[in-house]
């Protein structure tokens, strides 16, 4: 089969999710995504923290598929060697990059982080590659060719990949739209679900936090289109009333 | 490295993980259940149901492991490849097994329910397969060689997990002791790095979190060897006290 339709594949890198240790939840999180602003998801792949046999998934996947995400390994310690193996997937050198030494150095002076060499293995970027910004922590990732590096921390990577879509071909940006709600997950968690049958060019994201001991919930609504995410949005902003009102 | 450890691989065969509609929840069970009973879960994949798809990564995984384990595919519909796919990738003829369509015919008939082409499906095994017995819905697993297949509801897998793994020769039980830090992974990474190359037989892995606004990090030691873990667990401990020293 073949279709002007871009595709993709997902890399997840680390230890952790093979050992059991940590839970993916960015492959279902970009899968959602992906399906969403048009791109299709061709095949995913998990590998450990070893230069081989990333590299090597690296390689089968960037010459197979439009576009590679990979999550995890860009962090500080020495098992974070994501960055080290996309530079030699790609046969480029790899240094501290000015743009990424600038931003992080204004994120630790101002919060009075110490820079240390650990932390500065976070501005090493792949030459050539163009840098992700990180609205969140600001260490980056990066893209390099077809191949979009970003963290492994779920809210990271979200915001990585908000980042990344539209410069994404055939990906149209991702439109979000926030509705807080004053209400636990549990209370809305059956409603929310049928609202999310009712729109599929829609996804809804449920954020629960506690805030002075009560919980409350933001609803994250997305889509491509803006009459499918604001029809979804107000199904959600009228589900307190809905919930209030006595049923009959 | 090498080690008399058994690795495996685990393929994990459907559109609806690859579309986001389902959020898959076995490659974390298997890898829990794996990393305890002492195999050494080396890479996972998620491919779609397209048969040159199955069957490629069926052929690079069961070569390079110990074993494979797949979910998903073996249900009664026409996107129910797997079953083929397995036959074609080890050379084999399928047919309806017998001792499966026994055990089918006999549940269908004790329920009231037709029998009919579609479930027939359910009972067709690669030849020279063995059969993965289901305590929870009937319908067969088969494994053939290196490769275990079972199916993709969660609650069936685990049942075909537990009917495989007296099956498996598993190396010692992986140990692990988790020791929570309150620190950021940037304050902790240059002594862990350190720690993990004193100690050569521990896998020493590092899990940041954010918890109301305050970054600490998990970190996990595992060994197969008892006392290895523990003298590795013990630096690790010694971390805080030891940062917080006045340095000489």
Request: aromatic residues 4%; glycine residues 8%.
């Amino acid at each position: 089969m073949t279709s002007s339709i871009p595709t993709a594949a997902v890399l997840l890198i680390g230890d952790e999710i093979l050992s059991g240790r940590t839970k993916d939840a960015n492959l279902g999180y970009i899968a959602d995504y992906l399906t969403v602003i048009g791109i299709d998801l061709k095949e995913a792949r998990v590998v450990s923290d070893e230069e081989d046999d990333i590299v090597a998934a690296l390689n089968a996947l960037r010459t197979r598929y439009t576009y590679v995400f990979t999550t995890g390994g860009i962090g500080p310690t020495h098992d974070d060697i994501t960055a080290n193996c996309v530079a030699a997937a790609f046969g480029v050198a790899i240094d501290h990059h000015p743009e990424a030494l600038k931003i992080l150095r204004a994120h630790w002076q101002a919060r009075g982080i110490e820079e240390n060499e650990a932390r500065l293995r976070m501005a090493r970027i792949p030459d050539t590659a163009e840098l992700i910004l990180n609205s969140v922590s600001k260490a980056p990732g990066f893209h390099i060719g077809n191949v979009f590096v970003m963290a492994g921390v779920p809210r990271i990577m979200q915001a990585m990949l908000d980042e990344v879509a539209p410069k994404l071909t055939g990906g149209a940006v991702m439109l979000s739209r926030t509705v807080p709600l004053d209400l636990g997950e549990g209370d809305v968690a059956k409603r929310l679900k049928e609202i999310q049958l009712e729109h599929p060019g829609v996804m809804i994201g449920s954020y629960p936090y506690e805030r002075d001991g009560r919980f409350a919930t933001n609803i994250v609504v997305r889509s491509r289109d803006e009459v499918a995410m604001n029809a979804a949005a107000e199904e959600v902003e009228a589900l307190p009333a809905e919930l209030a009102a006595p049923s009959n």
